[in-house]
């Protein structure tokens, strides 16, 4: 059974730095062909992709955020990584992480941010 | 980018109808897309990847159709769980998702 969860803080402070992990069970992210990607989803707007990495540890992130985020992947425990630095409340979004081989098929529950001082 | 059009933003339709959603994309991405469909809440659900390749459990009444810079997502004849926001999403480079579609009640 494949599961995926969202875990970080509710709530974050404009310029400070976003730290959110994907804990998830099921599957290896060392399996060929096997995704772990964040996408996040503004109130009342739409579906976001950031960024993946990759079984083989390739990484790609959203251009217009590559030089604010960075993915990081533990084997052994099964968790993918997020870093957000430089936070602004246009930030605020559930964060969701999610699996793909052949489309995302898998989702987390989503983790609600909030950016504000 | 390659940016996602979906048509149209929001569509009023029956229970029975068939409803047809559109996907263009800024540039050609064969058939890297997927269809999503999501409802208040909850993540979404993946519907159809590459183009038309329908999803393990997702009922037939869904299918997709399409290559290259133009798609389309129909549902056969819309059941009461249908009522949603779909999404497309392209895999071919710097993967990105369209703007959504609502269906709603008519």
């Known amino acids: 059974q494949v599961t995926l969860k969202e875990s970080g803080p509710a709530l974050v402070k404009p310029t400070q730095t976003l730290t959110l992990t994907c804990t998830f069970s099921?599957?290896?992210?060392?399996?060929?062909?096997?995704?772990v990607n964040w996408v996040r989803q503004p109130p009342g707007k739409a579906l976001e992709w950031l960024a993946r990495i990759d079984w083989d540890d390739d990484k790609l992130y959203r251009s217009s955020l590559r030089t604010r985020l960075t993915l990081s992947k533990d084997t052994s425990k099964n968790q993918v990584v997020l870093t957000m630095t430089n936070v602004d409340p246009a930030d605020t979004a559930t964060y969701y992480c999610a699996r793909f081989l052949e489309g995302f098929d898998f989702w987390g529950q989503g983790a609600l941010v909030t950016v504000s001082s | 980018d390659i940016q996602l059009t979906q048509s149209p933003s929001t569509l009023s339709a029956s229970v029975g109808d068939r409803v047809t959603i559109t996907c263009r994309a800024s540039?050609?991405?064969?058939?890297?897309l997927a269809w999503y469909q999501q409802k208040p809440g909850k993540a979404p659900k993946l519907l159809i990847y590459?183009?038309?390749s329908l999803e393990s459990g997702v009922p037939s009444r869904f299918s997709g159709s399409g290559s290259g810079t133009e798609f389309t997502l129909t549902i056969s004849s819309l059941q009461p769980d249908d009522f949603a926001t779909y999404y497309c999403?392209?895999?071919?480079?710097?993967?990105?998702f369209g703007q959504g579609t609502k269906v709603e009640i008519k």
């Open positions: 590459k183009a038309s």
């Open positions: 540039q050609s991405i064969s058939s890297w």
């Open positions: 099921g599957f290896s992210l060392s399996t060929t062909g096997m995704r």
């Open positions: 999403q392209q895999y071919h480079s710097d993967w990105t």
